[in-house]
């Protein structure tokens, strides 16, 4: 059950884009359900049936217009904020990653696209092993001590333009110009 559960979710979500439209839905139903209730009191059950499910529907996307309202996304300031700052600098290898949640995948796309248009050599958007619990951004470098510049002015950014961002230490990478943008849940 709760895996058709999640396949519907992910049906509305990706039909209702946009969460105040699910919400205005949310308001019309409740409103058809009281009227149905009003006009069908007592005279017959199919009425009062009917406005039960309305109302059920109605609570049902008011939950999805919540979570889509709390979901990620790069302003229309922030993204000219980050290629403004990555047009500058020279492009480093980032390799993107995610944890396997519809939310983090789309937001780690964001980014994704914002460092390919600023002609940064990008890879992903991968799902990533070791995030499971991982939240917000991370920058990870193979050496966090010395960093390359480029890395330390796409942390500032990405804290000035409202993303907290955190480093981790990454030994594994292939060189030192080379950095992981990790997604996680959302903080």
Same mark, same amino acid.
């Given at each position: 059950m709760h895996w058709q559960y999640r396949a519907i979710l992910r049906r509305l979500l990706r039909t209702l884009r946009r969460p105040r439209l699910v919400m205005v839905l949310s308001i019309a139903l409740s409103v058809a359900a009281i009227g149905t209730a009003v006009v =069908? /009191?007592?005279?017959?059950r199919v009425a009062n049936t009917i406005a039960v499910v309305l109302v059920l529907i109605g609570a049902t996307l008011s939950v999805l =217009?919540?979570?889509? /309202?709390?979901?990620?996304?790069?302003?229309?300031?922030?993204?000219?904020?980050?290629?403004?700052?990555?047009?500058?600098?020279?492009?480093l290898?980032?390799?993107? /990653?995610?944890?396997?949640?519809?939310?983090?995948?789309?937001?780690?796309?964001?980014?994704?696209?914002?460092?390919?248009?600023?002609?940064?050599?990008?890879?992903?958007v991968f799902k990533s092993p070791h995030a499971g619990n991982g939240t917000g951004v991370t920058l990870a470098v193979r050496n966090v001590v010395t960093p390359p510049g480029e890395a330390i002015a796409l942390m500032n950014?990405?804290?000035?333009? =409202?993303?907290?961002?955190?480093?981790?230490?990454?030994?594994?990478? /292939? =060189?030192?110009?080379?950095?992981?943008?990790?997604?996680?849940?959302?903080r």
């Open positions: =069908g /009191s007592g005279r017959s =217009g919540w979570r889509m /309202s709390w979901a990620r996304g790069l302003a229309a300031r922030q993204r000219r904020m980050l290629l403004q700052t990555l047009g500058r600098l020279t492009p290898e980032v390799r993107v /990653s995610a944890v396997d949640e519809q939310e983090a995948i789309l937001y780690a796309r964001e980014l994704r696209n914002v460092m390919t248009e600023a002609r940064w050599p990008v890879t992903g950014t990405l804290r000035r333009a =409202g993303v907290p961002a955190t480093w981790e230490h990454k030994p594994e990478l /292939s =060189g030192d110009r080379t950095i992981e943008v990790l997604v996680g849940r959302p």
